[in-house]
Nanobody, 122 residues
Framework: QLQAFGGGLVQAGGSLRLSCAAS????????MGWFRQAPGKEREFVAQ????????DYADFVKGRFTVSRDNTKNTVYLQMNSLKPEDTAVYYC?????????????????WGKGTQVTVSS
């Protein structure tokens, strides 16, 4: 029901845009999130957006570089990643939760998409 794509290999300082296509149900009352997991590390929050209101929140380490957005007509959420750094290398996951929570975390996710690999070379 969630399909993430758009990852790839990019040089440091470059950009990528990830997409998360939602299908099979209505996510109008959900918060949509992006998480990432680097090898040997726990999955961590990156960004979120309210599908209904479009309000956003970001982890401190991506503020000013990443932008999350959604296109209701396409049922798709995006993560525009600019000024990428080698430490951004990870598998990126999109997720959805129906919980009323200020900032989503891995424990409240109802739906996970398959991850997409992002590799940033130095």
């Amino acid at each position: 029901q969630l399909q993430a794509f758009g990852g790839g290999l990019v040089q440091a300082g470059g950009s990528l845009r990830l997409s998360c296509a939602a299908s099979g149900r209505t996510f109008g009352n959900y918060k949509m999130g992006w998480f990432r997991q680097a090898p040997g590390k726990e999955r961590e929050f990156v960004a979120q957006i309210s599908w209904s209101y479009g309000t956003t929140d970001y982890a401190d380490f991506v503020k000013g570089r990443f932008t999350v957005s959604r296109d209701n007509t396409k049922n798709t959420v995006y993560l525009q990643m600019n000024s990428l750094k080698p430490e951004d290398t990870a598998v990126y996951y999109c997720a959805a939760t129906s919980r009323y929570i200020l900032r989503i975390n891995v424990d409240v996710i109802d739906y996970w998409g398959k991850g997409t690999q992002v590799t940033v070379s130095s």
